[in-house]
């Protein structure tokens, strides 16, 4: 997988993933073009999409357009399953999840995502042990985050 | 976390700071971090291969690891590895199909079930990775029929993901090795994915047909309505994968429709790339199955017009080829250039219209070249056209130039004409240099209409010119420049390099002295050639690039030269009855001869230049690798080691003679248990069986010299008292072997006992070669009649395989064909293939070829095959793997050398490495370099060393030691890129063995 976007129906992009180094420039530009490309298609169409050298599969879950972009030799539908996965996790972790949910808490939605897939390539498709990491990375951050609420109440007192 | 990080975007300088903590966390207790450990190590693949080579086995043991998590990470580095090289891992299809099997039968925990399918995304891992397997390769395809009908049956599940499984297995079945059964029903399933109602499916389908399509037609005709149907779908995508299904089935019947379909998407599509890749297809449909002439002028002109500026240049290159070269029949050729020219024509009445550049490109050039075919069209209407089109604003310059080649050829064949002569007075004042010096060319040439006549001849597009490049006519001036004392010309780059490494010299310590005053004394003479000679340049620039341009598509180099300001007023003298050819030459010789003309001057000088270079780095190339050798590092084999030599085997004669006495075989035989039990490293090598049998080779022969110098004695004289039975030759070589110290092969005893038992047939090395060092003679593949041997011989300037085919039958083998099948990494000078004539009963015949490496590698197969003819045609595969310390040769240089030519190169790598407690110091690092990869030791100085060695035929490779604190800084520096990194490479492997 070359990248992974998030991005709303208006346009916004809500999240992006680079597998690949790429320039800024290069970013914005292929990130816009294919906003454009992906937003002008009706919902009827089928959800891959030969653009430039690369595949691109796309699924729109209410108003945000998940979107991979994949080479050539891989598998579309498996990539969607991707996809469709990431939002059950997404889904059982915020309970529900909304949009709203993914920008306020982007950074959540960054570990699952990472914790899912790795260097572009899937990593644990067990919905189970994925949310078992990142709630043991929750609770090191909160265990982090206590003692210095402490100690601040100290300086403060 | 930090894996996590490291997996992502990740710099290649720094893989060589971490990636020991990684390969600890391998060893990691949970699950999750080996598991990410794999992936960061598939991350590091993907970035630097070169850089995780030596961790190949530890790959091995994830893949076997008890987390199927970690498995599957591993997994990805294997499909990697397998896409670039798919013959070294076929013996792990075995347990590819065992994991894929117990997958599918669901024995993974529950957790990896996706949809209540056992884990979809390692089950599809699991079948690209057999495809990449089983291509063309019926024996390792059949060990994968059974599972894949297995994973068939079982994805019957209507979901997307099984449909994943699904079309991931139909492909696999059609790549690999064919089975009739499977392929029915692959079959079967794509046409439940075409006919599916769901969108998705539906182009996955159509996907896979165009995948299968070239290996059964007859699927897409059971489809045809459906196919029919997606062709006017609104969906774009589907539309474009409908027509990239045509285009595959195109053929002389139906190409018109076809690319009626293809201009029709063409036109409504915006997509850039779209446009490429359809335009391609379409001009590739229309030149190979073109019904007529009309029909091809009309659709390469609707390609031209809609494709506009986007075509890739190889197409009208083509076309324009198409049309001067023609097909065999004349006539056609003259119709299909007179329908060019009119539909052109017509073209170009619409005065408005605006067309691509390429296009008006193409108009101009067959306009220019043809227009006089068409009778009864005035010239002149011509030229008042493409006057018209100079004038407009939107044809850019380079299309002017075009046009401007246009009139000249058509003012050539008309007497006189007003058009020209407003055309020249009008570009004669042009801002444009290029169209002055053209209005220009065109004025002189009207003055003369017999020399224009000569010069462009009618339809002599693709008659070939020879134009002499490197200007040798012009070496005798040069010879005299040179003796007046004028400075040798240096090209940019180097002149360049010199003056860099002069600033640099100054601090680069150790290598400064005399090579400061070398550099400055030559640097100064460089300089003085460029001022002088780079006036000139300006114009002949702009005419050398035009002239580029018309040489790729209209091969008229030798016309374009004539043309230039001082190329054909010289040519009045010489015109008459002389040939064209000839006379590009020597006109331009003249002309360059008489004005001095400074430009060709220096081409003449870069090109004698680089030819002196060249010459000089093969003779340097020749004369220093057999000098090579300082300390016992010996490629031709020293007076010394000689006489040793003679020492050492005249003791081995003795001690054979005492034995002989007793029953000598037996007590051998007796012998070679202990040996081998004392050297378990041996055994565990060849259990594993991970290692070709000629490394295994090297790998216990180190291992004899280095720890068991005792054992090496008498081992040695026992084989060779075994040898000596069987052949004088065989002793010499062995003893001869194990006293030169270089790279000692010793093959396990019992596969020697074996060899002699059984065949009576040994190969030897002629005299000539005996001397060399060379490797042990294994056998390589073996028949009935035949068989093979090899023997390696590491001569200075390549590596000489000979190969030796034994004939065991009793009668003679006539017309025994050896073919090296065309590697990519390895070069065979001279054919790649060999006839003995005939091969007598019961002898041996031997073919040498010289390779060398080509591209880097730490190794490669390089595999070929015997023909002979006995009762019936017979064929015998073999393969031989090289590795790179095969074409190692020592490079022979003092230290001023290495540090001008340090300087010169750019590709370098850094890398500390532990130093084993056995060598510590400085001097053992370097001699265990030195012995095992052929390192010519340059120089040392304190705790630094300086190595040399150069990949044949030529490529240098300088190494810089430094030891600190029990660790060796390597630095390595080349002018190819990878060959530092798989010096690397060895260096690590040899420092950990010793």
Known sequence: ?157 | MALTIVSQIFPREMIPAVLPLIEDKLQHSKEIIRRKAVQALYKFYLIAPNQVQHIHDKFRKALCDRDAGVMAASLHIYLQMIKESSSGYKDLTGSFVAILKQVVGGKLPIDFNYHSVPAPWLQIQLLRILRLLGKDDPRTSELMYEVLDESLRRAEINHNITYAILSECVQTIYTIYPNSELLEKAAKCIGKFVLSPKINLKYLGLKALTYVIHQDPNLALQHQMTIIECLDHPDPIVKRETLELLYRITNGQNVIVIVQKMLDYLKESKEEYAIINLVGKIAELAEKYAPNNEWFIQTMNAVFSVGGDLVHTDIPNNFLRLLAEGFDDGKEDDKLRVYAVKSYLALLEEDDALYPQKFLQVMSWVLGEYSSLVTDVDPEVILTKLHSLLRKTFVTSETKVWIMATVTKIASRTSCSKAVDEIIQEFSNSLDTCMRQYAFELKNLCKDKELMKNLLPFDASCSDMVVDASLSFLDGFVAEGLGRGAAPYKPHHQRQEEKLSQEKALNFEPYRLSFASSVSSSGITGRQSPTGLSVGSDTSVNSAETGHKETSTLKLEGVRKLWGKEGYLPKKESKEGKEKEPQTASCSTLSTGQVGDPPALRFDQVASISEEDKEKQQLASTLFIGLGSNAGVSLMGKAETATQKFKRRSKINEIQHSEEVSDFRNSAAADFGPLLDTRPINMEDSEGSLHTRLRKASLSSSDIVEDNLAFEMPQSLRKSGLEERLSENRLSQSSLFADSNIEIFQPSPSAQCESASKTPLIPSLPEELEELTHSEIVQLCQSDALALYLCKVWTDDSLLLTVFVSNKTTAVLNAVNLVFEEAEHFQILESPSYQFPAIEAESVERCQKYVWMDKICTQGVLSGSVNYQLEMETRLDFSVTLSLMDFIRPMQMTTEDFGKLWLSLSNDVKQNIKMSSSQDTLSAALNTLQQKLKLHIVDVIGNEGILACQLLPSVPCLLHCRTHSRMLALWFRSPCSALPDSLLYQCQKVMEES
Request: charged fraction near 30%; glycine fraction near 4%.
């Open chain 1, 1 to 157: 997988m070359r990248f992974m976007l998030l991005f709303s129906r208006q346009g916004k992009l809500r999240l992006q993933k680079w597998f690949l180094a790429t320039a800024d420039r290069d970013k914005k530009k292929l990130v816009r073009e294919l906003m454009q490309v992906v937003l002008a298609r009706k919902p009827k169409m089928c959800s891959f999409l030969e653009w430039r050298d690369l595949k691109v599969v796309y699924k729109r879950y209410a108003s945000l357009y998940f979107c991979c972009a994949i080479e050539g030799q891989d598998n579309e539908l498996i990539t969607l399953e991707l996809i469709h996965r990431y939002v059950e996790l997404l889904d059982k972790y915020f309970g529900s999840v909304c949009e709203l949910d993914i920008i306020f808490n982007f950074e959540k939605a960054y570990f699952i995502l990472d914790e899912f897939v790795m260097g572009g390539e899937i990593q644990d498709t067990s919905k189970k042990s994925v949310l078992k990491a990142i709630e043991q990375a929750d609770l090191l951050q909160e265990e982090d985050e206590s003692p210095r609420s402490v100690l601040e109440e100290m300086g403060l007192a």
